[in-house]
């Protein structure tokens, strides 16, 4: 499975933007990013996915490299409730399978 | 509500007894996921059903655990002659269908410490 690479942890002032990056070098063309978060003692839950056009929903945007090589996360406004791990994993599709191999992550501290 | 359910919640058992961990997911997905997740790692995937049968049952640390899905809805995790090892949160995950792209929807796992 192609790996992901994320800083393992965060900083970020409440009610300010947020930036988690992460690098997938190793990418194929079939491949999802995917991002899951996990708040304490919670599953993970869904935030964003995308291919190769950035992405926007009601919880983040997604900004992809042109060459797919890089993500990162943003979180427009970060709140109390957004410190969490933010998960980033590419989703091989060539398996035709939707099984995801998760990472460490990169904990988000948000301080008030 | 609608989520996935699993229960217990938390398990104490001791070393080499027989443990059962229950899996509802969502009304009407198709594929079940089973990941465990020990303190300060991601989670780490077990196997994956879709329908019935299981898919992929390639995280299955070894012959200890099975798991089954007999009518395509609720899962039992089941593992034997626990060790003090397999202490984690084993969290179960439903989508849709096994198509690439499905959100994956986790619930909130099973707490179980080998004593």
């Known amino acids: 499975d192609a790996k992901t690479t994320q800083p393992n942890s965060m900083e970020s002032n409440e009610e300010e933007p947020v930036h988690l990056p992460c690098n997938h070098s190793t990418i194929s063309g079939t491949d999802y990013i995917h991002w899951y978060r996990q708040l304490p003692s919670q599953g993970p839950e869904y935030v964003i996915h995308?291919?190769?056009s950035n992405v926007n929903n009601r919880m983040a945007s997604l900004a992809i490299a042109e060459d797919r090589k890089s993500s990162t996360l943003i979180l427009h406004r970060a709140t109390l409730r957004d410190a969490a791990v933010y998960y980033c994993i590419l989703g091989s599709y060539q398996t035709g399978a939707n099984n995801l191999f998760f990472g460490t992550g990169t904990r988000l501290t948000v301080i008030p | 509500g609608a989520g996935v359910s699993q229960t217990p919640s938390n398990k104490v058992t001791e070393k080499g007894k027989y443990v059962e961990l229950r899996c509802d997911p969502i009304?009407?997905?198709?594929?079940l996921y089973w990941y465990r997740q020990s303190l300060g790692q991601g989670p780490e995937f077990l196997i994956y059903?879709?329908?019935?049968?299981?898919?992929?049952d390639s995280g299955l640390p070894n012959d200890r655990f099975f798991a089954v899905r007999p009518e395509g809805s609720v899962s039992t995790l089941k593992i034997q002659r626990t060790e003090r090892g397999d202490s984690a949160v084993y969290l179960c995950?439903?989508?849709?269908?096994?198509?690439?792209?499905?959100?994956?929807?986790f619930g909130e796992g099973s707490w179980l410490t080998v004593v």
């Open positions: 059903f879709q329908g019935t049968g299981a898919a992929d």
């Open positions: 995308g291919l190769t």
């Open positions: 009304s009407g997905h198709t594929a």
């Open positions: 995950a439903s989508s849709p269908s096994g198509a690439p792209g499905n959100t994956i929807y």
